[in-house]
């Protein structure tokens, strides 16, 4: 099956400052790729979808200003948490869809900030 | 709006049992596909099964089989002669063509030796 990465596997930093994931599919092109987050012990929500050479779009509720999302290229899709608070520490899930209709997940980001 | 719902919070089983866990779906579309994936302690998702709105065909894979009845809108996980090392998170998902999923709560298994 497809490959997609993620880096870091897991950052801490403290509250204030701004991280980026990336989110790369290593061996497919992925015109559409989707960010989600899961809190402990809670399931996966979906946060944005990206689209590679436009906006993304991003599902009620979650700060298009604060999680900043680039798609830049058909291989790689970066999240940006700008001014990381404790609460937005939490695991951190890309997937890269393919023709097939299936997505391939990344192996995910953990962010704890302090 | 679509949603999943997988009313067993967590699971608890000795080693060699069946065990089935449970999913519902709600959907306006007639096109979908349901997911189930296993998410391990180290928190990546390992896919298990996709199937489509018009294939209603039950699937034996070794330990692993699905029970898909769209009549009662129900996508069933059954694992046979379960064993430890089958100890995670399973979740079951459903997409209507976006590809956008909807995850349901997570069941957590726990298969004891």
């Known amino acids: 099956g497809a490959v997609v990465s993620q880096h870091p596997s897991w950052v801490i930093c403290k509250s204030g400052t701004s991280v980026k994931i990336e989110c790369r599919s290593l061996?497919?092109?992925?015109?559409?790729m989707f960010w989600y987050r899961q809190f402990p012990k809670q399931s996966l929500m979906l946060m944005a979808t990206s689209n590679e050479g436009s906006k993304a779009t991003y599902e009620q509720g979650v700060e298009k200003d604060k999680f900043l999302i680039n798609h830049a290229s058909l291989t790689l899709s970066t999240l940006t948490v700008t001014s990381a608070h404790p609460e937005d520490s939490s695991f951190y899930i890309c997937?890269?869809?393919?023709?097939?209709?299936?997505?391939?997940f990344g192996p995910g980001t953990r962010l704890t900030v302090l | 709006a679509q949603k999943v719902t997988q009313a067993q919070t967590e699971i608890s089983v000795v080693e060699k049992e069946d065990v089935t866990l449970d999913c519902v779906y709600e959907t306006r579309d007639t096109t979908y596909y349901l997911f189930w994936y296993k998410q391990p302690p180290s928190g990546e998702l390992v896919f298990l099964i996709r199937?489509?709105?018009?294939?209603?065909q039950n699937e034996i894979s070794g330990r692993y089989s699905w029970n898909f009845q769209k009549s009662t809108s129900s996508f069933n996980f059954t694992i046979t002669a379960s064993q430890v090392v089958d100890s995670a998170v399973y979740f079951c998902a459903l997409s209507e063509g976006a590809q956008k999923l909807v995850f349901g709560q997570g069941t957590r298994l726990t298969i004891n030796p």
């Open positions: 997937s890269a869809g393919g023709t097939s209709g299936r997505q391939f």
């Open positions: 061996d497919f092109q992925a015109t559409t």
């Open positions: 199937r489509n709105s018009f294939d209603e």
